[in-house]
């Protein structure tokens, strides 16, 4: 008899207020069994209880956060594939201070951690608790800039199938101006190469069109940069694959995120799926100037 493979096991944590419900929910409409804020302790039990009576192919979803108290030890003991028998993601969401402040009181509830001091106090003090989580995730996903139905369909494209074992990329492109993306693995800097702002005919034009791109990638240095850097990525993507890491994001950043880095993203996108990548792109900061 052919053994059954088993399905994925996702732990849900990261900030109050960075979107843990809006994840889970997504998480169950993909067909996951999803438990809410459950003691890091009873993650094998869980697994257990659901290989028995749904099989050991019904992937599974938990929801832990800063409520389960000291539990960085106990999550880590209990999400590897070697304890669970399952593939394991980590995902952590989260999100500026002003997002989580405002989403916080537009709840109209305490932080969890907040006691008796300001709503800010009890985030900050989460935040340190969650440090060493942040620095161990698969996915680190900042919310800060979603609405639910963003947030929904980046759960659906990370989760919604587990029928390729190929590692995912996500380029994105971004304006330095506007901040580096912090859920950011790779970052590369484009503003090396001549800008095409201060070309007349190119400015009102972007990075997908093809004057902009056939100016950027005809500069001294363009080519040398992508002969170079790529088979980096591929070197790191497959360290990844070993390391049992599903996803990946580069951002690719100029001056504005209009011109060079939008070119470069579809270069280096296009170059990844010829490699054999599942590879999605974005482009954060398009059409904000």
């Not at 608790?129 to 161990?136: F, I, K, Q, S, T």
């Not at 070309?199 to 002969?227: H, I, K, M, W």
């Amino acid at each position: 008899m052919v053994e059954a493979t088993p399905g994925e096991l996702v732990i849900v944590t990261g900030m109050t207020g960075a979107g843990r419900s809006t994840a889970a929910k997504e998480l169950e409409d993909l067909g996951y069994f999803v438990v809410d804020n459950l003691p890091p302790t009873l993650v094998r039990d869980v697994v257990r209880l659901v290989d028995d009576s749904r099989g050991v192919e019904q992937p599974i979803a938990v929801v832990v956060d800063v409520r389960s108290g000291s539990f960085f030890d106990s999550l880590q003991a209990n999400r590897h594939q070697q304890v669970t028998g399952r593939p394991t993601t980590l995902l952590f969401l989260e999100a500026s201070e002003e997002v989580l402040v405002r989403r916080q009181e537009a709840a109209r509830r305490p932080h969890p951690l907040q006691g008796g001091g300001r709503l800010l106090h009890g985030l900050q003090r989460e935040r340190d608790v969650m440090a060493d989580l942040r620095g161990d995730a698969d996915v680190l996903l900042d919310t800060s800039n979603f609405n639910v139905h963003q947030l929904q369909d980046r759960i659906t494209e990370l989760f919604g199938s587990d029928a390729s074992t190929r590692l995912k990329v996500t380029v994105i492109s971004f304006g330095f101006k506007y901040g580096i993306p912090v859920d950011a693995d790779w970052v590369a800097d484009m503003r090396f190469l001549p800008n095409p702002h201060w070309v007349p005919e190119l400015r009102p034009q972007n990075g997908r069109d093809a004057a902009v791109a056939d100016y950027v990638l005809s500069q001294p240095g363009a080519a040398t940069f992508l002969e170079q850097y790529l088979p980096v990525l591929g070197t790191v993507a497959q360290g990844y694959l070993v390391e049992g890491k599903r996803f990946m994001q580069v951002a690719v950043g100029c001056t504005g995120g209009k011109h060079r880095s939008v070119a470069m993203t579809e270069v280096v996108a296009a170059r990844m799926r010829e490699a054999g990548y599942s590879v999605r792109t974005a482009h954060r900061d398009l059409g904000r100037e």
